[in-house]
């Protein structure tokens, strides 16, 4: 084994962020152009323009999301079976609200009916609206701690429901979530189309990146002076194996900010959430179409990498019983599965992202309704 148990746990918490990262970034438009859809476009050709700007690779950026599942599950065993268990129900709406998308993209043209599209039209929407707001939602959540506890038998018990995760700040979370994403949609759109579809989704993506940079900072002060952090006060070694409630934690209001104070480098992830965001709306106004892209996608990563930064080595907190939280230390799988998944990612992460970047540059170019009508039988 090339490295010792503690590197590599933080390493595959570093794997972990890059797979949410590349989720968030290509599947994020995505979502983003499906909340636009009912709303940037007027008319049926509108509409197929806007569906066919991600039709061709909306699967291939989902596999995303189904990849950082499969690596939760074979790098954080523990927080994969705490996650899909205390949050079962938050996750199934998401789930349900995604079957949306495969169905509506094959189904929606078929049949000439305007009634028939025009529903399919918001099924996309709400295939591109609520994961957003369920996954922004969690996020608050987790920060704030979930309900949840191991017994004598390191057997969880969760002591929540859904309606409790609808709290103040995870409805912020939510809505902030919804918000950068939107942004991020209608500047890929913005970059994929031309005339007054472009037009529209450019002031979609500077009222929306106006909108992250108010709930961005609002978040920020809430974390910062109000709510509750975690702290690790002591624990085994970290370059050991141990169950989660042999480590001492408590909460702190404030705590989240501890690793900016250790790490002043961190500052630069919540500073490139709000550049880039300010950057997505001056770009956006120039019509500088692929940097604005590039800036919305900045204001992304920065502020899912701002959440990672704060929550180290923390992965899922527990308010019902803070020293049984799960963190990088504790909650992952043993040394030797770790040291082979990591030669998995190593070959295959690379090939991935080559293949998806060829991917983009084969179908670079705008859609345009004259596409739409050349390639009657072959767009959606």
Known sequence: MIFDYETYKVIWWCFVAVLLLGFALT???????????PFLGKDDTERRIIINTIGPTWEGNQTWFITAGGTLFAAWPLVYAAAFSSLYIALIVALFA??????????????????????????????????????????????????????????????????????????????????????????????????????????????SAAMTIVLLAAAGIWVATALPGYRITAMPDAGTAFTPPAKTVVMVTGAWMDNYGRWPLTWAFPAAAFLGAVLAIALSAARRTLLALFASGMSVAGILLTAGAAMFPFVLPSSLMPSHSL?????????????????????????ITLYTSWVYSVVRGKITAAHIRENEHSVY
């Open 27 to 37: 599947d994020g438009w995505d979502f983003g152009v499906g909340m636009a859809l």
């Open 98 to 207: 995604l079957f949306f998308r495969p169905v509506g993209f094959d189904f929606r043209s078929k049949v000439p009916d305007p009634r028939w599209r025009n529903a399919w039209d918001w099924g996309l929407f709400i295939g591109g609206f609520v994961p957003p707001l369920i996954f922004g939602v969690g996020m608050g959540n987790v920060l704030q701690g979930i309900p949840f506890r191991y017994d004598e038998l390191l057997r969880l018990e969760y002591n929540g429901n859904f309606f409790q995760l609808l709290n103040p700040f995870g409805l912020l979370a939510g809505v902030l979530g919804v918000a950068m994403l939107a942004m991020h949609g209608a500047t890929f759109l913005h970059m994929k189309t031309e005339g007054v579809i472009a037009d529209r989704a450019r002031r979609m993506a500077m009222a």
């Open 327 to 351: 963190t990088a230390w504790d909650g992952t799988s043993s040394h030797k599965t770790l040291a082979v998944m990591f030669w998995v990612v190593v070959i295959m992460l690379p090939i």
